[in-house]
């Protein structure tokens, strides 16, 4: 059921997905690196001196990282986990341009982590069990619609995310 949950999730963005950010996506095969991508735009701010707080992403990140760990058994030889974190690059990269839009996507993932339950000890003590994941699965099929409005927002002729 779990599976089904994300498979659902991930088919819907990926309809309205640009075939090169498919591949971009679909080519992030590990989390870190996501991490690596996000420390690649602060270096680039910097050198423009328009450093960014990116510690506010780091709860999010922490958390995504603790609950993947949930649903690796579950989505073992499946597509489906990098659909959880990649978007992270992807939208990322796609403001690092204009600083606003990176401030205002960077406080939308803070305040997800803010909201996101404190499920992480039972993500270590109950890895294999079916019902956890299945909430886990619930948890990240939000994340990943908040990825696709994400998406769509960035992709929007004009600009939207400008003050």
Same mark, same amino acid.
């Given at each position: 059921?779990?599976?089904?949950?994300?498979?659902?999730?991930?088919?819907?963005?990926?309809?309205?997905?640009?075939?090169?950010?498919?591949?971009?996506?679909?080519?992030?095969?590990?989390?870190?690196?996501?991490?690596?991508?996000?420390?690649?735009?602060?270096?680039?701010?910097?050198?423009?001196?328009?450093?960014?707080?990116?510690?506010?992403?780091?709860?999010?990140?922490?958390?995504?990282?603790?609950? %993947?760990?949930?649903? @690796?058994?579950?989505? +073992?030889? /499946?597509?489906?986990?990098?659909? &959880?974190?990649?978007?992270?690059?992807? =939208?990322?990269?796609?403001?690092?341009?204009?600083?606003?839009?990176?401030?205002?996507?960077?406080?939308?993932?803070?305040?997800?982590?803010?909201?996101?339950?404190?499920? %992480?000890?039972?993500? @270590?003590?109950?890895? +294999?069990? /079916?019902?956890?994941?299945?909430? &886990?699965?619930?948890?990240?099929?939000? =994340?990943?619609?908040?990825?696709?409005?994400?998406?769509?927002?960035?992709?929007?002729?004009?600009?939207?995310?400008?003050?």
């Amino acid at each position: 059921m779990a599976l089904s949950v994300l498979q659902r999730a991930c088919d819907r963005f990926r309809s309205e997905l640009s075939s090169d950010d498919v591949v971009l996506i679909t080519s992030t095969h590990k989390f870190d690196e996501v991490k690596v991508a996000i420390r690649q735009v602060e270096q680039q701010l910097a050198a423009r001196q328009e450093l960014r707080n990116f510690d506010r992403l780091a709860p999010f990140l922490d958390a995504i990282e603790t609950y %993947s760990k949930a649903l @690796e058994v579950a989505c +073992n030889g /499946t597509p489906y986990l990098p659909w &959880i974190w990649a978007p992270i690059k992807l =939208i990322i990269q796609a403001v690092h341009e204009s600083v606003h839009a990176l401030d205002k996507i960077l406080v939308a993932y803070g305040s997800i982590a803010s909201s996101m339950p404190r499920l %992480s000890r039972f993500a @270590e003590s109950f890895p +294999n069990d /079916t019902q956890f994941q299945q909430l &886990i699965a619930f948890l990240f099929e939000d =994340i990943i619609e908040f990825h696709r409005r994400a998406y769509a927002l960035i992709r929007m002729p004009g600009d939207y995310l400008s003050p």
